[in-house]
């Protein structure tokens, strides 16, 4: 099994920034990506960022991009979501996923879940 474990989220100002972390431990796969989506109330979960644990291409949904940097620390087996200049329209739970092989931008695509960290931004 693989154990996803979000942390990071919280109460901030429009403009602000926040970083997120996504722990990961377990069995994992020869190759696998990590994603991070988001969920509004009354929304479907969305897309915001993803890559692949060795590096190479990040994507990025269009409203995050320029803003958010999804990043990893191998030694410490934790992926990072840099969001800065966060708008109220960020306001959501957070979620960071797993899945084996390439990224992908469809929830339904990826394998483990964490619990989601809030992120909330008053204007």
């Known amino acids: 099994q693989v154990q996803v474990v979000e942390s990071g989220g919280g109460l901030v100002q429009a403009g602000d920034s926040l970083r997120l972390s996504c722990a990961v431990s377990?069995?994992?796969?020869?190759?696998?990506?990590m994603g991070w989506f988001r969920q509004a109330p009354g929304k479907e979960r969305e897309f915001v960022a993803s890559m692949r644990w060795t590096g190479g291409v990040t994507y990025y949904a269009d409203s995050v991009k320029g803003r958010f940097t999804i990043s990893r620390d191998n030694a410490k087996n934790t992926v990072y979501l840099q969001m800065n200049s966060l708008k109220p329209e960020d306001t959501a739970v957070y979620y960071c996923a797993v899945r084996a092989g390439s990224t992908s931008s469809w929830p339904d695509e990826y394998d483990y879940w964490g619990q989601g960290t809030q992120v909330t931004v008053s204007s």
């Open positions: 377990g069995r994992t796969f020869s190759s696998y990506a």
